[in-house]
Each structure stands twice: as C-alpha cells, then as structure tokens.
C-alpha cells in the first residue's frame, strides 16, 4: 500500500512514537499537583511547550495544547471575536478555510455576526487587496489559513498579516498544513496547528495568541492550560507532539525539496498521461506534498476505489466522495472542476518509486472508470436530444458526460440546455466549458433543478 | 513511593499500554475515508464504542468519544440545555459536582438560566427529596454525580433518576468516580466518564446520551463523533481506554473488597493514631478506595509536602493547597472542617504495607506540622487577649490555632471574638467548635473581615 493522504493525517513518526512511549509512565499524574508524580508531568508539560514555542517562533507562555487542531480554532476564533467585542462584530474568513473556521464563522453570524468570505483567485490563493478591501472598523478578527489543505496553495500571510496590523486587526493563521515545514512568517496574532497533520499523534492542538491580543476564552471556566483548553491535559501525547515536531523540522529543509520534485512530476506527467485533466492550485507557491487534479467524466468515488485496489489511499474534494454531497466548497470557490478530484499528498519519506507506480496506474484506472460511466470518447458520442438534455435525478459526473455525448452535434452558433438537479452542476458544467473552449451561457430556473445552457462555439 | 490519589488521575492499566501501542499503527489514520488506512481505523473505532457501551450499559449509537471528562461534562449539559430549551431555562445541580460542572452552571447562569444548588447532608450525601423539591415544570435538566471526587460518598443516583424521570426531566450523571467500578444503575438520561480515572489514557472522555433525550450539540457543527465532539478521532487512546475499562471490570468485583478493607482500616486508624482528626465522607455508601480526614491545626499544604517528602503522594481539600485559595466547595457544602484536608485514594493494586506504612509515618508527620505552626497542646495555651482574637491577615489554620490558645482562659459561658479575613475561617471556626462542643454563636461585620463569635460552654 502507498499512504497518499498525509493531508489528512500522517503515519506517527517514530520519534513521536518513542516520546509517547517513554512518557507514558512519568506523564500520566496531574501536573497541577505538588507531589513527586505530578512534578514529574508538570516538567514534561513545561519542556514540550518549551521545544513547541520554539519550533512556532512564539513565547511559551503564549502557547496551550488543546486536543486538536479543529479546537483550536474553534477556541481561538471564539475567545478573539468575545475578547474583541467592543471593537465590532465583524470577521473575515478565506472562502478556501479549513471547516472548522467556516463552521466557526456560521456560528458567529448566527449569533449576529457578519462575516465576510474573501474570495480567491483560480489557483486558490487569497489576495491582500481583497483582505485590505474587506478590513473595516468594525472587524475584530481576521482569519487566513498558511496553505490550503485540499490543493496545496500557499496564502501570502506575511503580507495580510501587515495589512491587519496597519489596520490594528489581529490575524489567526491555521498553520495546520505547514507547521510539520517550518515557522509561519510575518506578525501574525493567533496562530493554530494540529498535530497528526505533522506525524504526531492524535489528541494535540495548538492554539497560541500573542501578547496583547485581547483575548477571552469562552465555555465554562477550567484552570488548565492557562484557561483557554478545558480538560486534563494529555501529556504523553503532547510530549510526543512536541518532539516529533523538532524531528521533522530538522528533515523538512531537505525533505520538501525531495517531494517537491516528485509532485512536480506527478503535475507535469497527469495531464501528458491522462486525457481530459485539469491539474489545480498554485504550481509554485504550495505545499511540498500536495498535488490535487480533477478528471472529467469521473466519478470521484469509484475512482478513490479503484485506487485504493490498486494500493493507493488518496482522497478527494469530489462532490461524489464527501458525506455531505456538496462538492468542495475549496473546489467551487476556485472555480475549478471539481468532478473526478484527486488529491494526493505524499507523507515525509515517500519512496520515488511509489510515485511512478502511480502514474503507471492511475491511466488505466481512468479509463476503466469513464468506461464504466459510458463516458464519451471520440467514437461513442451518441446523440439523443439537439436542444435539452435531461439529466435530473443523476449524479455528477452524469451531466456533464451527458452534456459531451451531444456537444459535437450541436450546430456550432446554437445552445444546448443540460436540466440537472445535482448541486455539482453548477460548478462543473461552466467549468468542462472553460476546458472545452465551449461558452457558458449561464444558469437558468427549471421545473425541477436548473437549466445550464451552453453555446457551441468551436 | 506510594501514590495515592487515583481520584485526581490513575497510572496506566498494564491493558491500556498494550492495546495503546498495538493501536499505535493501526489507528492513526482518518475513520472517515475509503481507503485501507481508514476502513482500519474506522473498524477499531467500532469496536471501542461497542466495547465501551457494553461497559456503561448503554448502545453503542448513545456513546460518543470525547478529548476529556470535562469535555464530555461541558458539552453533554451544554447539549440537554440547548435541546430542552423550551420546556424551561432551570438546572439542578448538587452543591458538591466537580468543577466542570458547577463551572457549567455558572456559564447558563451568566446566560440568563437558573440555577438550583441542591445542598447535601453531611456525610456528602444528596438527598432524593431534595431533588425532588428542587424540580419544577421549567426545569430543564437536572445533574447528580454517581460518586464524590473529595470524599467517596456515594449518591442516591438511581433513587434521583426515578424521581426525575417521573417529572421528565433528563438525569445527567458524572460517573467520573465510580465508572470502573461498575456500571451506573437507574434509569439515568445522560452520563459521563473520564478514562484517565480508571487507568486509561489522558485525552479520552465518554459522553452517553440516551434515545430520546432532546440534545443540540453547542459550538461549530463538526461531523465527528455524531456532531457531539469536534475535532479528529484519537483513536490508539480510545481503543486503550476501552480496553482497560473492560479489564479493570474483570478484576472490580475482588479489588473493590479489598480496597474498602484497606480504606476501612485507615478511616478506623486515623482517629486514634492523630489527635483532633476528622474522618469525612459517607462511612458505608462510598468508593471502594477513598477517605478523606481533615486535622485540626494543620496547614494542608505543609501537611501535603511533608507526605511527599515521606513517599506518599496523596491530595487535599483544603483552602490552603488549591491555586485559587478557597476552601473546597465540597467540604464547605457538607459543612465540615476544611483544614489540614487529606484524601487518599487508593489505586487499584495498592499493597496492604504501604497503607500499613502510611499510617505508621502519618501521626509524627502531622505533629511535626503542629509543631512548626505552634498549634496548641494541652502545656502550652498561652492567653494573649480575653475577649478579641486578632487574626486579620493571617490564613488558615492559624485562625483556628489562635482561637484554641485562648479558649482555656475563656470563662465558661463568656464568648471570644475572632477577627479574621481569610475566607476559610467562616467553615473552619464553626466546624472546630462542633468538634470541640463549644457553641458557635455567628459571625458579624467588623472593620477588615469578618468577627466569629463563640461561646465557652465546657
């Protein structure tokens, strides 16, 4: 098996595993206690926050564990907007945010918030002139991840984070794609991470706020951690958080240009391999790990499970694949395809060899896929309808397959309409038109879903 | 050296170690994706709730994993509040619940709810008509721990839950304490546990809540865990703690006997070994492994620290050893003596010897603390003032101390003033003139602090 879905969690790195092991039995008592056994944690407790105030750039003293990277957020989030109340009731977010800062925001704005959703460009990237144009009085906290965890795009928050200090907002950063790599640049305010995302265990997150950020932690008062992470602390955990963070950063200088070379192959190779690809997020500015491309006339799902036999785990930000059936609300703010999605990101130590594995796989299990669906290809296109083509009650990829099947025999100058009551249409047909070279007319209100019309210009 | 206080955190069951690190490569992946990885990670998941339901008595769809005790505790009285909040914004909860939840209600009452302090007996003990005058028709939840954390007595929790269930008001029981033991008996709505308690990892934490209770999960939406506990699954720490939950239950029956033996003796013993000794708590209806004295003219802290230094880690109520300097809310509720507070709780596996040897070094190592606060014997009371006690600025016990120095050379049926500042003499000198048959006539404003009055009757 190859493990392609560090971006979800990495395997435990094994000076994770040797730090958990070997404080399992002097991290177990409560630091707050005076006795021997709970001196003996508090020591461990102080020395991992120590190595992990280092390894972030902060003070120790700003820095608590939490138990995960999503409380942190949850709680930093919420304890900056309540400690900011006075100054207003307005946060901005990236449309591209982890969930769990786009959870905290709805939130917020039914607690009567506003909130605004910055936009970002096709390759994923937020701009500072939107976060400088959506800065008001009222704001009390701006949000902006450090890497975008479905396609691996850099956001420029050293330069937001200047634009917020000018304007006297403070910025959160949810490092948790990037801390395993290094340091978040610029002055930033509150920062968040998660461990298992580096190669630590589960059960840690990271939640620091710099001096001087009016801060109030919000639930039922608890003494640890400074009060703002409710609950025993989990010191074994956090010790091996904490070193397997040092041991990573010591590899990751050379590491990240090892598996930069090998997701510049996979960009470069996909779409030479595989017709019909769109290779998606920034190619320069991104994480070393990660490399996401969507596939036409692919069904996301049965795609992961075809890779999964052939012994790759990947995931997917496919509308097909989600628990939600809503594509991928990273997908849809780029504007990019978001059928037959793949993302893969490569976990420290991935061997070359896998990478070519998979590139010799994954066009065969293409194309057995788009067989399976009855996707189009040179010879099959079969036309059933010249103006509508119905397609309510199917699921994306069918419509925009559909859509292929009758678009050579469209007049070139004429419409076609796809009727589809699936959500991913929306996203999808307008973004197989930017592929095709076809135009998108536009959306239009049917008895039941939409009509998408498009025009056959070539 | 002996640890003694498993009520504040138990070391690791041998069982938790090993299914811990067995899990450690099975379980770090994320349960909710297709892939291998995941399927495996989802499976041991599966299998931990299923085992840990069948602990609790409950389905395994009513159980939710969360990061701690105090988690499961916030987020399950968060839950039933929200969920029932049109039948009524009024909670119950007992004057002696841990922290989490007394800090819980303080939250709801800043929030507008109301909030009822169930007061108990002194021996710790709620009371079923207590419960039952507290209930009314808006009440919308009411909470009863299954045992006491500080002193081990046990609460009518099955008796409560009847009444409860008859006015249709859920039951939240906070099974901390006993959940090793045994299952919690009675028709109980929701409860909660801490793995930690019974020698499972730090970071796991149960929340059960019954079919049919109305709950609305508080915070960000987050998909984990049946939208009741945000963050990613930690999943080697819950397949630990319900390993060791079921192994710990194998061997319940046996140690409990002999736990409650060992903890018989001490409750015996104490008195007659140490002068002046409180022995709290139920002395039937308690846990197996826990008893709490308290020592007149002792300084808890001091008390604790020369134990430590005598190899024996045990933890205190008292005023003067907690970080917020006040008496512990729970001895205050049953209106015993808070000072020189000593609880021992014994973790499972403890030797008959080291409880032997902690008795044979308790008596000279509470003299000595005696000794170094001047506390009185029966040669050296020295009279400084007859009618007024100036202790203003001095804590606790010295209040006390000054108090018995004078008490001799009180005519029998005059009274002495004590003034004193420190919040603990309010519990301290009522509870010494009940262990001293001298009458406490009551307290009264003065300058700086407060003035106790009391009556020489013997």
């Given at each position: 098996m190859s493990y392609f879905d560090a971006a979800s969690s990495a395997p435990l790195h094994p000076v994770a595993r040797q730090a958990l092991q070997a404080s399992l039995d002097e991290g177990w008592a409560d630091p707050a206690r005076l006795y021997r056994e709970g001196r003996r944690a508090r020591m461990l407790l102080d020395a991992a926050r120590e190595a992990a105030a280092e390894a972030v750039g902060c003070r120790a003293d700003e820095l608590v564990f939490t138990s995960s990277g999503t409380r942190a957020v949850h709680s930093g989030i919420a304890g900056v907007l309540a400690g900011r109340r006075r100054v207003g009731r307005h946060l901005i977010v990236s449309a591209v945010e982890h969930s769990s800062v786009l959870h905290s925001a709805e939130v917020f704005e039914a607690d009567g918030g506003a909130v605004t959703r910055v936009p970002v460009l096709r390759t994923g990237a937020a701009t500072v002139e939107a976060y400088r144009e959506a800065?008001?009085?009222?704001?009390?906290l701006a949000c902006l991840q450090s890497a975008n965890h479905e396609v691996g795009t850099e956001q420029p928050v050293a330069e937001v984070a200047a634009v917020c200090r000018e304007a006297g907002v403070p910025l959160l950063v949810d490092a948790a794609q990037s801390l395993g790599w290094g340091p978040v640049a610029g002055e930033w305010s509150v920062l968040t991470g998660s461990a298992h995302k580096w190669g630590g265990p589960s059960g840690v997150g990271l939640l620091v706020v710099r001096k001087g950020v009016r801060f109030a932690a919000q639930g039922p008062v608890d003494e640890r951690e400074s009060g703002r992470a409710a609950g025993f602390e989990n010191i074994p955990a956090i010790v091996a958080a904490a070193a397997s963070l040092r041991a990573l950063r010591a590899e990751a200088a050379a590491e990240a240009v090892r598996l930069r070379e090998l997701t510049d192959r996979i960009r470069a190779r996909v779409p030479e391999l595989v017709p019909d690809v769109e290779v998606v997020g920034d190619p320069v500015r991104r994480l070393p790990g990660v490399v996401t491309f969507s596939c036409l006339y692919v069904d996301g799902e049965t795609l992961l499970h075809e890779l999964d036999r052939a012994g790759f785990s990947v995931s997917s930000g496919s509308s097909c694949t989600s628990s939600t059936l809503t594509p991928s609300h990273v997908l849809r703010a780029m504007g990019v395809l978001s059928e037959g999605n793949v993302r893969v990101s490569l976990p420290p130590g991935t061997p070359a060899e896998d990478v070519e594995r998979f590139l010799s796989v994954l066009p065969e299990t293409v194309t057995t896929v788009r067989e399976k669906l009855g996707a189009p290809t040179s010879a099959t296109v079969?036309?059933?309808d010249l103006l509508v083509?119905?397609?309510?009650?199917k699921r994306c990829p069918i419509p925009v397959i559909e859509l292929a099947k009758v678009i050579g025999d469209v007049p070139v100058g004429a419409t076609v309409r796809v009727l589809s009551d699936d959500e991913a249409a929306r996203l999808d047909i307008p973004a197989w038109c930017e592929m095709r070279g076809q135009e998108y007319v536009g959306e239009e209100p049917a008895d039941q879903g939409s009509a998408y019309v498009v025009r056959r210009v070539s």
């Open positions: 800065l008001a009085p009222d704001t009390a079969v036309r059933e083509v119905d397609a309510l009650g």
